[in-house]
């Protein structure tokens, strides 16, 4: 089984030295989708050695990221794309938990829940992304039919031959919401997996009027529905 590493990054200096070297302990490949950063990000990841890196010129956002890193994996044959953050939110020490449960023949999606399992060590969530993640992930549930404790966990595995059938398109933070609409609508199996739950900058931004919780909460449901009327859609049409 050949496993890709993906981690996307924007501006995060003080990071993603570490995040890398403690990834290859795990792994050999490791792909940085560098979203434009303007720190010292990218001098750094050019001194690191093992890495591929993709860098996009200007910021494109979070989930143009995630495309970049399945459309490579797909183009060099890998057969799991494993992402995480390179904020050091997520312990690149649990990538063979997520390895072995990939390793089995029910599941195509490995995703990290944060609220599966209380571990040991989790901080408080801040409370507007607490409250966003509780109003989200029932909705999901609901409409499409699963079964998930945490709709936006971005450490998961992915079975690449899976996610190439999907048509992702949507560049910003609003990603998982067309992801899980197609995945589901698709029928992709898909399994969670406990992280911990770690908050080391409760006060990262979001970006422009997406700081505001109410109106990044409008801009998940509204993506979501657009997404939802749209796989579900071309899935009428593909069934003739």
């Not at 490949?29 to 093992?50: A, C, K, M, N, Y």
């Not at 739950?197 to 657009?226: C, K, M, Q, W």
């Amino acid at each position: 089984m050949r496993v890709l590493v993906g981690i996307p990054v924007y501006n995060e200096e003080r990071h993603v030295a570490r995040v890398v070297a403690q990834a290859h302990r795990y792994v050999e490949d490791i792909l940085i989708v560098d979203d434009g950063s303007t720190d010292r990000t990218g001098d750094i990841l050019s001194e690191t050695p093992g890495v591929v890196i993709l860098r996009h010129p200007e910021n494109r956002g979070y989930g143009q990221s995630l495309i970049d890193a399945f459309q490579y994996a797909c183009r060099h044959r890998y057969d799991w794309l494993i992402t995480l953050d390179s904020d050091d939110q997520h312990e690149p020490a649990r990538i063979p938990a997520f390895i072995e449960r990939a390793s089995q023949d029910d599941v195509d999606v490995v995703s990290g829940s944060r609220y599966l399992v209380d571990l040991p060590g989790n901080t408080p969530a801040p409370e507007d992304r607490r409250r966003i993640n509780t109003r989200i992930t029932p909705m999901l549930n609901r409409i499409l039919g699963l079964s998930l404790t945490d709709a936006f966990c971005g450490f998961k595995a992915y079975r690449v031959e899976a996610v190439a059938r999907l048509p992702l398109t949507v560049a910003g933070y609003a990603f998982p919401m067309q992801f899980w609409a197609q995945a589901a609508v698709q029928g992709l199996r898909i399994r969670e997996l406990p992280v911990p739950l770690i908050y080391n900058d409760p006060n990262r931004s979001f970006g422009a009027e997406l700081d505001d919780p109410g109106t990044r909460l409008r801009h998940y449901i509204d993506v979501f529905i657009e997404s939802y009327r749209a796989a579900t859609s071309t899935r009428r049409l593909a069934a003739g």
